[in-house]
């Protein structure tokens, strides 16, 4: 059996589920891989929550692999322990109190009752919380309790649809904490969401859909990355002394440049240098919601993204 250390990656490749006639995942390729944190990202109604469900052998796919490494989830040899989920934290017995759901669900997972309240220190719920019976938690205390059972058999997958829901600014810094430790420790994190912003804090890599399609997958400190947009009369010879400077320069079509690697001044410097007029010359930032809402506008283009791409 593998050891609990065992890293594993999930592979989704050509998952496809259809309800009716009508495509709620329509063959959804891509990986996240161990040792990073991985957003799962898209408007209401994009497949985010079909997609987790398939992973977690809740619902079977139309067509298509959702894979913990290379195994089903229910063909794992331990699926409970391997993966922990996080999908609504409304499942909860509400006479029971937190530590009393968490003993519940232990022995299958080979938790005691000192793991109990070890996970029950790590999220963040105190004595006093965990005698109280679940009916008068608020929603983030759900969302921790959710967590905590999560975390239970101390899983090398963790995936979390929608885990900020209810936290509080505090709450989401510890969330963010408590993920990086998992993906520090070469496990493997999938966590969904709208809140874009936050998420650009939060993860390292993010796979955008939309209408079950991937749009985007890449890293967000690619996504982050500042451009220069420059314009200028001789736009192919300053794009040559550029590039000769180390900028990595992209034509981005009506004579504009997009160049990275390079600040407005050292662009200025090099055009004064060669001669050459600049008639245009922006810093641009590129927040994670910029790109999300490029891509999921409607009218925005289906074809996956590269980064390259994306800066245009
Ligand atoms: N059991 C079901 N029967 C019929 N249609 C479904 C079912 N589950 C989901 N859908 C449809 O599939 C599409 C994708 O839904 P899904 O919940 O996966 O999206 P989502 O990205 O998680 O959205 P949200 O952010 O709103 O939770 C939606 O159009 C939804 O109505």
């Not at 796979?207 to 967000?220: A, L, P, S, T, W």
Request: glycine share 12%; charged share 25%; net charge negative.
């Amino acid at each position: 059996m593998p050891s609990h250390h065992t890293p594993y990656a999930i592979n989704v490749r050509g998952l496809t589920k259809s309800f009716g006639g009508r495509r709620a995942v329509d063959a959804l390729s891509f990986t996240v891989r161990p040792g990073r944190i991985t957003g799962f990202l898209g408007p209401n109604g994009a497949g985010k929550t079909t997609t987790l469900r398939m992973l977690l052998g809740l619902v079977r796919p139309t067509s298509g692999a959702a894979l913990i490494g290379e195994h089903r989830y229910e063909d794992l040899p331990a699926p409970a322990r391997t993966v922990g989920a996080l999908l609504e934290a409304d499942g909860f017995h509400p006479g029971r109190t937190g530590r009393d759901h968490l003993r519940t669900y232990a022995p299958a997972l080979g938790a005691d009752d000192r793991r109990v309240d070890e996970v029950l220190a790590q999220v963040g719920l105190d004595e006093d919380a965990a005698r109280r019976t679940v009916r008068g938690y608020s929603l983030g205390m759900r969302q921790r309790l959710g967590i905590a059972a999560a975390l239970l058999p101390d899983p090398p997958v963790l995936i979390c649809d929608e885990p900020t829901n209810g936290l509080d600014p505090e709450g989401i810094r510890w969330l963010r904490g408590l993920l990086r430790e998992r993906a520090d420790r070469g496990h493997t994190v999938l966590v969904s969401s709208h809140l874009l912003a936050e998420m650009q804090q939060i993860v390292d890599s993010v796979v955008i859909i939309d209408k079950g399609r991937v749009v985007y997958d890449g890293d967000v400190a690619a996504v982050g990355e500042p451009t220069v947009r420059v314009r200028a009369l001789d736009g192919a010879r300053l794009a040559a002394a550029l590039t000769a400077a180390g900028a990595v320069v992209e034509d981005a079509g009506d004579g504009v440049l997009r160049v990275r690697a390079a600040g407005a001044e050292q662009i200025a410097r090099t055009a004064l240098r060669e001669q050459i007029v600049v008639t245009e010359l922006v810093g641009e930032e590129h927040s994670l919601e910029e790109l999300f809402f490029s891509l999921t506008e409607p009218g925005a283009g289906q074809a996956p993204a590269t980064i390259q791409e994306t800066a245009q």
